[in-house]
């Protein structure tokens, strides 16, 4: 499992900014200062090379914990090398001003006013009695006894930089955007909801020429979709023509719609490329409304989740594009079926470890993050998919928060 930033940390700051005694609890002891072990002894050198723990301070009691739900909300398991050293590290390198261990092998990190805030009871500290299982030199807390420390290092510390940049008004808009993607030849595309626009006569796509803004009637270029992109996926494919492609949309033919625009024209010059869209040569295997788009490591491109239509029923699957021959690439996710309405938009990342598979997060989730079994289903289904249509060794990191729901 993994934790999520909160501040910003300036582990080599020359000044140590210690946290106020009015923050802390009235019980909390004043802290000392860490001294760690190598072979038996004392490792100067060791602290010289590590500026992250010496801003640490141990505090010299035990906390308690409430129950299930811990202290500090953010937990990393480390089953056979957990060390205060590298939790502390984790600690400070998410920016959290306070961290513990628990249980040999477990590592928290959180907010000081966690400890009041959920229910943190101050005990003695040789109720925390079990040896790090990676440090058999020092101890990381109990059964239920977290072993406390606080960071004394800057904290919330910024570095403005020279150019902070601006903002400020270019051109009006002839539509209203839904989405809007810079291309390769430097002009940004403007899609919005053909056939159900609120602006008279649009063709639900038009291409600004930013050296142009100066002259309306030059700089927008009319372009046109044929179906309604409200809430559709978007990408920009790999390939030398840096193609956009829209996925999906509102409803009727639409929710299968596969749009394709490759750039031309450059700077002041008007290309002639329009979309392309044509759902008797390329169109989604289900209909999709509020899916996601995702180029895999194979140049595949994988589209997940969404509704049949506006406030329909959930489409509680994926599917690879291109469509290999042999049959067709849809897995149903029955997670997605468990957190439906929750589930829209799912967020999607390619991690740099054999092309594995992140889902993070999703629209609507009400700040709860799920874990998903999406190994499970692609190893079952695998052959199905074709070869070349997916990447191998696929699997799934587990996102921060309160697992599967």
């Given at each position: 499992m993994a934790i999520l930033p909160k501040h910003v940390v300036d582990p080599t700051a020359s000044l140590s900014i210690l946290l106020p005694e009015t923050s802390l609890p009235s019980r909390l002891p004043s802290p000392l200062p860490i001294t760690f072990l190598a072979n038996g002894r004392t490792s100067d050198a060791w602290r010289e090379s590590s500026s992250h723990i010496i801003l640490w301070s141990r505090l010299t009691i035990s906390l308690s914990e409430p129950g299930a739900p811990r202290v500090f909300p953010n937990k990393i398991v480390n089953a056979v090398n957990n060390t205060v050293q590298a939790c502390l590290k984790r600690c400070s390198d998410y920016g959290y001003p306070a961290g513990g261990l628990e249980y040999a092998e477990e590592c928290y990190c959180g907010d000081v006013e966690d400890i009041a805030a959920n229910g943190g009871v101050m005990r003695p500290e040789s109720e925390c009695n079990m040896l790090c299982n990676g440090d058999p030199y020092h101890l990381c807390g109990g059964q239920q006894r977290l072993q406390l420390y606080q960071w004394n290092g800057g904290l919330n510390v910024w570095h403005e930089p020279e150019n902070t940049g601006h903002y400020e008004f270019l051109i009006s808009s002839p539509v209203v955007p839904l989405i809007t993607t810079i291309g390769i030849n430097d002009k940004v595309t403007f899609v919005e909801k053909f056939g159900t626009s609120v602006i008279p006569n649009s063709?639900?796509?038009?291409?600004?020429?930013?050296?142009?803004?100066?002259?309306?009637?030059?700089?927008?270029?009319?372009?046109?979709?044929?179906?309604?992109?409200?809430?559709?996926?978007?990408?920009?494919?790999?390939?030398?023509?840096?193609?956009?492609?829209?996925?999906?949309?509102?409803?009727?033919?639409?929710?299968?719609?596969?749009?394709?625009?490759?750039?031309?024209?450059?700077?002041?010059?008007?290309?002639?490329?329009?979309?392309?869209?044509?759902?008797?040569?390329?169109?989604?295997?289900?209909?999709?409304?509020?899916?996601?788009?995702?180029?895999?490591?194979?140049?595949?491109?994988?589209?997940?989740?969404?509704?049949?239509?506006?406030?329909?029923?959930?489409?509680?699957?994926?599917?690879?594009?291109?469509?290999?021959?042999?049959?067709?690439?849809?897995?149903?996710?029955?997670?997605?079926?468990?957190?439906?309405?929750?589930?829209?938009?799912?967020f999607l990342h390619v991690l740099p470890t054999n092309g594995d598979i992140l889902v993070s997060k999703c629209i609507h989730a009400s700040h709860r993050d799920f874990g998903l079994t999406l190994a499970d289903s692609l190893l079952e289904r695998g052959p199905y998919l074709g070869q070349g249509h997916f990447p191998n060794n696929q699997g799934f990191t587990q996102p921060p928060g309160n697992g599967a729901q």
């Open positions: 063709t639900g796509a038009y291409e600004l020429d930013l050296t142009l803004v100066d002259d309306y009637t030059k700089t927008w270029r009319e372009m046109h979709v044929k179906s309604d992109v409200f809430c559709a996926a978007t990408i920009v494919l790999p390939d030398k023509a840096g193609r956009q492609m829209t996925i999906g949309g509102w409803s009727v033919d639409s929710l299968y719609g596969v749009r394709l625009y490759s750039p031309d024209g450059s700077a002041g010059v008007n290309g002639t490329n329009d979309w392309e869209e044509d759902i008797q040569v390329l169109a989604l295997q289900r209909g999709r409304w509020y899916p996601t788009s995702l180029v895999l490591a194979n140049g595949s491109i994988l589209v997940m989740g969404g509704e049949h239509g506006s406030n329909g029923a959930p489409e509680p699957s994926l599917e690879i594009l291109p469509k290999p021959e042999g049959g067709d690439t849809v897995i149903d996710l029955d997670w997605l079926e468990r957190t439906d309405p929750n589930n829209l938009y799912p």
